[in-house]
């Protein structure tokens, strides 16, 4: 179940700016964001920083897998960017196929188990049976949880959870007083795993875009410059060194020495 308790994992590489020893968070989440400025700066059609953004994807993911960060949930899809034009979404759903297709038999093979989260009811239907071919091939494996948030909002994640807790409190299965925070994170897409840890967003901007609100609420948030195109292993490292030197408190204080 999602929660804010300290689980991290002691790992680390020679010459890694993380270093020996330290601290990596057990999850971090994503907000993927800058391909179509990728593509714009360099006179490129957006579609091209897509491609290019899939590729940060595949090395995203390998990075995870080499620090030891258990949970990697990556923004995707918002439930927001079907209004984009209908040429950039066909685009995009196309590089979703493509991925699925080319990159699962490669997770399946590294251990790696797929995870999506958000509204599955109006997703396109040759798309839907994507996300659950890979969900069900890999749902067994144990090394890194590749979390793909698609057609997501945090805002409707939320609405959707109201409404199970509430359809149980109309027919008596539970009391309103019986409410709390529990269970409504048992009532969300991620109530399988803890809260993330670390969240980064790429290109510059600040702000979570209704992006894991609930799950969200100690998180440390880091914002990188880079592009998500440029999105590496030595970004992911830079972004972990910061979340290393942070003092995580969640609302409270520690004790200093001789206090």
Known sequence: MSGTSSADLNVGQSGDPVGIGQI????????????????????????????????????AVRAAGELGIKTLTLFSFSSENWSRPAREVSDLMGLLKLFIRRDLADLHKENVRVCIIGERDNVPSDIKPLLEEAENLTRNNTSTRLVIAFNYGARDELTRAMRKIATQVASGAIAADDVDTGMICGALDTAEWRDPDLIIRTSGEKRLSNFLLWQAAYSEFVFLDCLWPDFNKAELEKAIAEYVARDRRYGGLVAKAGA
């Not at 994503?30 to 714009?40: C, K, L, Q, T, V």
């Not at 491609?51 to 994807?57: H, M, P, Q, Y």
């Open 24 to 59: 990596v968070p057990e999850h971090v989440a994503i907000i993927m964001d800058g391909n179509g400025r990728w593509a714009e700066a360099r006179g490129l059609p957006r579609t091209q920083g897509h491609r290019k953004g899939v590729e940060a994807v595949r090395s």
